[in-house]
Structure formats: structure tokens, C-alpha cells
């Protein structure tokens, strides 16, 4: 297993191996929350227009969730938040969300033929997964371009 490192939100082509993308503080860390929660499914979109229209034309249940260079997003149902997440009843609820790096990378990663997204909460359970799937390459992707805390 060759494994690369990259940063910021234009990782590699991987089409035959498995991308992580990771983000470590908010992105990934609320979605986790969101899932022990019940949620059924997340949907990934690069801007709160596109989730505004995904909900408004394909979803109206749906709830929006997301920041915008860290703040909340107006007219969203939650910002990008594990505490707000951990208030809100999700049991089988879907959620579009929007963030500045771990969703940007994510949606940027497409091409690889399995896209994984891991925060601390599930970093050990991300690294069992690839050493079972021993795919060829795992390209670890430390979402925020500048920022230390993914690198890590």
C-alpha cells in the first residue's frame, strides 16, 4: 500500500485507490456526531445555494448544515457544530451540508474509486478499514490548505 499526503482542496487522482480526507475540527467531527445520532445519509454540496436548491427542489425534509469561512450559514438549521448536532433530533433524517474545507476536498475527490472522511473520532476505525480493504493507494488528505490541525 503506497500512501501520499496532500493538503488543501485539489487532492490527487486516486481511481484506483481509496482517498481520506480529513478534518479534523469541524466538518467530519459533526458529521460523525450526526450519525451516532440516527441520521440516515449526508449530502455533500460546495455552496449554500446549491443546498438551498438540493433541499428546495429534491429533499424539502432535509436539514441544512454548514459554515462559511467558520460562520454560520443564514437560513441554515444548524451551523457546523458536534454540540449543536448532539442537541437536534436526527433519527433517520438526511442532512446537506456545506463547509469550507472538509467538503470541499470531499466533493473535489470524486475520482477515486472509494472516498473516505475521518476526524479524530474515527481515525482508528478509518486506519482498521484501510488495512482490511489494502488497497493500492491511500491518499491521506489534510483538507484545510494552511491550517496544522489536519496535517497532523
Known amino acids: 500500500m503506497d500512501i501520499h499526503i496532500a493538503q488543501g482542496h485539489n487532492p490527487p487522482h486516486n481511481i484506483h485507490g481509496i482517498t481520506v480526507v480529513i478534518d479534523v475540527i469541524r466538518a467530519f467531527t459533526t458529521s460523525h456526531h450526526a450519525f451516532r445520532k440516527g441520521l440516515r445519509c ?19 425534509e432535509a436539514l ?8 454560520p450559514i ?5 451551523g457546523n457544530s458536534p454540540w449543536e448536532i448532539d442537541q437536534a433530533e436526527l433519527q433517520d433524517k438526511e442532512l446537506i451540508l456545506r463547509t469550507t474545507n472538509g467538503v470541499a476536498a470531499t466533493l473535489r475527490a470524486r475520482d477515486s474509486r472509494e472516498v ?21 493507494t491511500v491518499v491521506l ?3 484545510h490548505p494552511t491550517g496544522d490541525e489536519d496535517v497532523a
Do not use: C, M
Open 64 to 71: 441544512l448544515a454548514g459554515e462559511v469561512d467558520a460562520l
Open 141 to 143: 488528505v489534510a483538507s
Open 42 to 60: 449526508i449530502w455533500p454540496v460546495a455552496s449554500a445555494e446549491q443546498a438551498f436548491a438540493l433541499r428546495d427542489e429534491h429533499l424539502p
Open 74 to 78: 443564514p437560513g441554515f438549521d444548524f
Open 116 to 136: 473516505l472522511v475521518a476526524g479524530l473520532v474515527n481515525a482508528e476505525a478509518t486506519a482498521n478499514y484501510l488495512r482490511k480493504q489494502n488497497p493500492p
